[in-house]
């Protein structure tokens, strides 16, 4: 099933997440739901906090990175109750774009490793180290269930000029490739 995606505005994407049960039967489906989502809208990430869900719970498909970062050949993962627990001091800055911003692009300075603990959709535990490019959409999604967004990161004067662009998402005044819903 594909989920539309709430845009920029709506209230879900500020809400606390919950912890995910991880013996939930209905888990895998949501899993496979959201991957099937993403993949509709073009996206390499999605959280559950963009399909309306408050729930600890994002999604990846980092392949199409491969040409760039071999070792990203077929990283697909989906992780639950995860908790980024180091980050380096080193940061970098790329250009980032996320589907509840539909065709907006800008450049934002994030930690360039992490280290991070999740639960699989097959309930196995992890704990690993990302850089480079997983290590960059890891924390754009990561800080979805933390009630964040990528424009959070631009500096005021950059919000700034882009104010009027923000607020025009939750107005409906964007166009999308794929089914986005708006604010009430
Ligand atoms: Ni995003």
Same mark, same amino acid.
């Given at each position: 099933?594909?989920?539309?995606?709430?845009?920029?505005?709506?209230?879900?994407?500020?809400?606390?997440?919950?912890?995910?049960?991880?013996?939930?039967?209905?888990?895998?489906?949501?899993?496979?739901?959201?991957?099937?989502?993403?993949?509709?809208?073009?996206?390499?990430?999605?959280?559950?906090?963009?399909?309306?869900?408050?729930?600890?719970?994002?999604?990846?498909?980092?392949?199409?990175?491969?040409?760039?970062?071999?070792?990203?050949?077929? #990283?697909? $993962?989906?992780?639950? +109750?995860?908790?980024?627990? =180091? !980050?380096?001091?080193?940061?970098? @800055?790329? *250009?980032? %774009?996320?589907?509840? #911003?539909? $065709?907006?692009?800008? +450049?934002?300075?994030?930690? =360039? !490793?992490?280290?991070?603990?999740? @639960?699989? *959709?097959? %309930?196995?535990?992890?704990?690993?180290?990302?850089?480079?490019?997983?290590?960059?959409?890891?924390?754009?999604?990561?800080?979805?269930?933390?009630?964040?967004?990528?424009?959070?990161?631009?500096?005021?004067?950059?919000?700034?000029?882009?104010?009027?662009?923000?607020?025009?998402?939750?107005?409906?005044?964007?166009?999308?490739?794929?089914?986005?819903?708006?604010?009430?």
């Amino acid at each position: 099933m594909i989920y539309p995606i709430y845009v920029y505005g709506s209230p879900v994407l500020r809400k606390e997440t919950e912890q995910v049960p991880v013996d939930a039967p209905e888990l895998r489906q949501l899993v496979d739901d959201m991957f099937e989502t993403m993949y509709a809208a073009s996206g390499v990430g999605l959280a559950a906090p963009q399909i309306g869900k408050s729930m600890r719970l994002f999604v990846i498909d980092a392949s199409p990175y491969e040409e760039d970062e071999p070792a990203l050949a077929g #990283f697909k $993962k989906a992780f639950i +109750n995860a908790d980024i627990y =180091e !980050r380096s001091e080193e940061a970098i @800055t790329m *250009e980032e %774009g996320c589907l509840s #911003f539909p $065709k907006l692009y800008e +450049n934002v300075s994030r930690p =360039e !490793r992490i280290r991070i603990r999740y @639960t699989d *959709e097959n %309930g196995v535990e992890h704990d690993e180290e990302y850089s480079g490019m997983a290590a960059r959409v890891i924390q754009h999604e990561y800080d979805h269930i933390e009630g964040k967004v990528f424009v959070d990161h631009l500096s005021p004067l950059r919000k700034t000029l882009l104010s009027s662009k923000l607020g025009s998402f939750a107005k409906g005044k964007f166009r999308a490739s794929y089914k986005c819903k708006l604010p009430k």
